[in-house]
């Protein structure tokens, strides 16, 4: 089979791909990196039952409903865009903030402090230092009634229960892995959209609880080729094709997402929807509601220490771990003026299997 060569790159005369050892250096690299991420991307997928039971879950249900879990990760992505996070920073809290739901039973009145947690531990794990907020700071910007020893203790029981495996393969790690790949095998730039575009569908995506069951590796690949049929882009398209075919992506899952992407695009760009800004907010108060948040913040009172003990797995219907509180009044809400302890009473102390 006869090839010709554009930009140093190797393409057939049928426009495929060639096999790994006919790719150039880099382009070889980046494949093999797909396949070795694709062969370990299972172990950082939420548990599906979980996801699950979270779906089922009705609004005044005791557990968290998807509806609570979306409004959730839509706060996280402003506050991630107010103190001027990465994309890979929103994207791992996501990650972590769904893995640790579907594996617990949590009271909706705890996701305040579980999700800004999630979004903490992703900043120290992506961003330089410097670029971190105070811990306070970033309470009082979420306008949550927790302190900063609780959002210490739910970092702590977060990172236990994931058995301290923070760091995590997501659809965000492949869509940079395929927008290289395709960047290398093409002269025409111009086609190829913008990663900050592909990374905005892609976060509009995780604010929909549904996306969080694909497989990050067919979700980015989803989202780049709804662009590419978007933009009518044939040429780009034979490339996610060849792309499919050498990462073995069998053609009805790659669809079925496909399909759903189109449709949360499609929602997403409607006038109806309410998006976060993509850029860093800049919020402007009045002097009086400043001083509130100031007040707010500061009167919050220290809340009693969480006595931690064994739960038996055997009364759990769903084999989630349970974080409700034995006695229903012990807060009405996070922060409440109740007595009692923000967190609950028990927790298991042995994490995720």
């Not at 025409?188 to 996306?211: D, T, V």
Request: some cysteine; hydrophobic content about 40%; glycine content about 4%.
């Amino acid at each position: 089979m006869s090839v010709h060569r554009a930009k140093g790159r190797l393409f057939s005369n049928t426009g495929r791909m060639q096999d790994l050892q006919d790719l150039d250096n880099e382009t070889c690299w980046l494949v093999k990196e797909l396949k070795s991420y694709i062969a370990q991307e299972a172990d950082f997928l939420p548990r599906e039952t979980g996801l699950n039971i979270m779906e089922s879950a009705a609004e005044n249900h005791n557990g968290v409903s998807a509806k609570c879990r979306n409004a959730k990760v839509e706060d996280l992505w402003s506050l991630a865009s107010f103190f001027g996070f990465s994309t890979q920073t929103f994207v791992l809290a996501v990650n972590l903030l769904d893995r640790f739901l579907a594996i617990m039973k949590v009271q909706p009145k705890h996701v305040p402090c579980i999700g800004v947690s999630c979004l903490h531990i992703a900043a120290k794990m992506v961003e330089d230092e410097c670029n971190i907020s105070p811990t306070h700071e970033l309470i009082r910007i979420s306008q949550s009634k927790f302190t900063v020893s609780d959002l210490s203790r739910m970092e702590k029981i977060i990172s236990e229960k994931l058995n301290l495996e923070l760091k995590a393969i997501t659809a965000l790690t492949f869509l940079h892995l395929y927008h290289a790949v395709i960047v290398s095998l093409t002269s025409e730039r111009g086609e190829i959209p913008s990663i900050e575009r592909l990374e905005a569908q892609l976060k509009a995506c995780l604010c929909q609880l549904i996306f969080s069951k694909a497989k990050p590796s067919v979700l980015a690949l989803s989202v780049i080729t709804q662009e590419f049929d978007a933009l009518q882009s044939l040429a780009m398209l034979e490339i996610v094709q060849e792309l499919q075919r050498h990462l073995k992506i069998v053609d009805s899952e790659l669809l079925y997402w496909r399909g759903l992407v189109a449709k949360c695009m499609t929602e997403y760009s409607s006038s109806e929807c309410n998006k976060p800004d993509n850029k860093k907010l800049v919020w402007i108060v009045s002097r009086r509601t400043a001083q509130n948040l100031h007040a707010n913040h500061f009167s919050v009172p220290e809340l009693p220490t969480i006595p931690e003990g064994s739960w038996d797995e055997s009364e759990s219907e769903d084999s989630c771990e349970d974080m409700s509180c034995e006695e229903d009044s012990l807060c009405g809400s996070p922060g409440s003026d109740a007595e009692g302890a923000f967190f609950p009473s028990e927790f298991c102390n042995q994490g995720r299997k």
